[in-house]
């Protein structure tokens, strides 16, 4: 069974600073997404961002990126020029197999943001 | 937009109630997932269902059920309420059924926090 682990419970960041969130996951398949969710405090769960394994390149969107390392089961999320909206619950899921849409999620990492 | 409703977004209940949980999406997806989320646990995932009538567990079923009579709606089913199913619950959908491994994105709804008293 795939596991995704999320070691840091919670993180805080000064606004406008940069912060980096970890994720590792355990998998044998080699085909798979990677998936960063953000949980806005009573809100919906969003998309943030999304990394197919079999690229080498890293995703970006906008002030997001990823850092995926495939042979390290790796796979952080870094935030830059951080703003107060982007205080939330960030969760890193991992897709594979062939039952589509089926995900295995972190246990999340609360972001703190800091005026 | 793809959108994702739940019935309730708070609920207070009885142990031993039976609870209804309804979602609907409204982009004609196949797949639909019921998560529990609880604080250090992440999401859980309950059950999905990839068509209209059909269901698969998922990591933790025990204590629920699950109905799907119509493509928009998924139901989740608490038979006898118990103190430990005080949970929040998600709702998701994704456009693709099973088969293969999609990318699509999978669609949240706003949560229900259901509390058992």
């Known amino acids: 069974a795939q596991t995704v682990t999320q070691s840091q419970p919670e993180m805080s960041v000064q606004e406008a600073e940069t912060v980096t969130l970890s994720c590792t996951y355990d998998?044998?398949?080699?085909?798979?997404?990677l998936f960063w969710y953000k949980q806005p405090p009573s809100r919906q769960m969003i998309l943030v961002i999304r990394?197919?394994?079999?690229?080498?390149q890293n995703a970006t969107e906008n002030r997001f990126s990823v850092n995926f390392q495939k042979a390290a089961k790796s796979f952080s999320l870094k935030i830059s020029d951080s703003q107060l909206g982007d205080a939330a619950m960030y969760f890193c899921a991992y897709r594979g197999g062939t039952n589509a849409g089926k995900s295995t999620f972190g246990d999340g990492t609360t972001l703190t943001v800091k005026p | 937009d793809v959108k994702v409703t739940q019935s309730s977004r708070y609920l207070v209940k009885r142990t031993g109630e039976k609870v209804f949980l309804e979602c609907v999406q409204d982009m004609d997806h196949e797949n639909m997932f019921w998560y529990r989320q609880d604080p250090g646990l992440g999401l859980r995932l309950i059950y999905f269902s990839y068509d209209v009538k059909m269901k698969e567990k998922g990591d933790i079923p025990e204590g629920y059920s699950v109905s799907r009579e119509k493509k928009e709606r998924f139901s989740l089913i608490l038979e006898s309420a118990s103190t430990n199913q005080t949970s929040m619950y998600l709702c998701?959908?994704?456009?693709?059924?099973?088969?293969?491994?999609?990318?699509?994105?999978?669609?949240f709804g706003p949560g229900t926090r259901l509390t058992v008293l």
């Open positions: 998701a959908s994704i456009r693709e059924g099973r088969g293969y491994l999609s990318t699509d994105t999978q669609y």
């Open positions: 990394q197919e394994a079999y690229k080498q």
């Open positions: 998998t044998s398949e080699s085909d798979y997404y």
